[in-house]
């Protein structure tokens, strides 16, 4: 069965939950069709002219809203990640054959979960946010729950969408959290020593 396809400028991850606003035409079709028939669509990343391979199927969780003129803003969330084997153009929005990818059963080290789940815990303070009980969720999602939580940069997320087991999506998540935790604790003085020196009336 085709699979519809819904190319942005951004990475679906599995489990995680993303807000969208359908207003094209086409996809308010499309949507429209996923919703009557309980079907899922697949979101791809596109970048300029074309799309990456690999993508993550949506669910629609909840329709938030619908406009008179059809548009709706609906809440989906990443299922299962697929390959596109062959696009087909036959309707107004594209379809395509896909592949459904399976991870490895290799599990992240404990050690590795832990210290991830500390470094993130550590950014989300900087943040002013609050660490979620990511650890009490399925471990096997664990690195995709991590990143789908900050505003990461998709070529990192995509990178992650195409690696194929947890233990490496884990020592990516712990590598990339080491790269940018420098500079958020620079920020995040720079912002205390402005905030302690008062207005300048």
């Known amino acids: 069965m085709l699979l519809p396809l819904f190319p942005l400028d951004l990475v679906l991850l599995p489990s995680v939950p993303l807000p969208l606003h359908i207003f094209e ?11 009557d028939q ?20 949506a669910e629609i969780i909840n329709v938030l ?3 008179p003129d059809g548009r709706m803003n609906i809440l989906v969330e990443g299922q299962k990640r697929f390959e596109v084997l062959q696009v087909n153009q036959e309707r107004a929005f594209l379809q395509a054959e896909v592949f459904y990818l399976e ?11 832990e210290k991830a789940l500390h470094l993130h815990g550590e950014i989300m303070e900087l943040a002013g946010a609050t660490a979620e009980e990511t650890e009490k969720a399925n471990a096997a999602q664990l690195a995709y729950r991590l990143a789908g939580s900050l505003p990461f940069d998709p070529d990192f997320q995509q990178a992650l969408l195409e690696m194929n087991s947890e233990a490496q999506r884990i020592r990516a998540i712990i590598s990339f959290f080491e790269r940018i935790l420098p500079a958020l604790h620079r920020n995040a ?9 008062g207005h300048v009336k």
């Open 25 to 35: 035409p086409r996809y308010k079709e499309m949507i429209k069709e996923c919703l």
């Open 103 to 113: 991870d490895e059963t290799d599990p992240a080290a404990t050690t590795e979960v």
């Open 38 to 57: 309980k079907r899922q669509f697949g979101i791809i990343r596109a970048k300029e002219e074309a799309f990456v391979n690999t993508g993550c199927t």
């Open 65 to 67: 809203k619908t406009y």
């Open 189 to 197: 003085r720079a912002k205390q020593r402005a905030g302690g020196n």
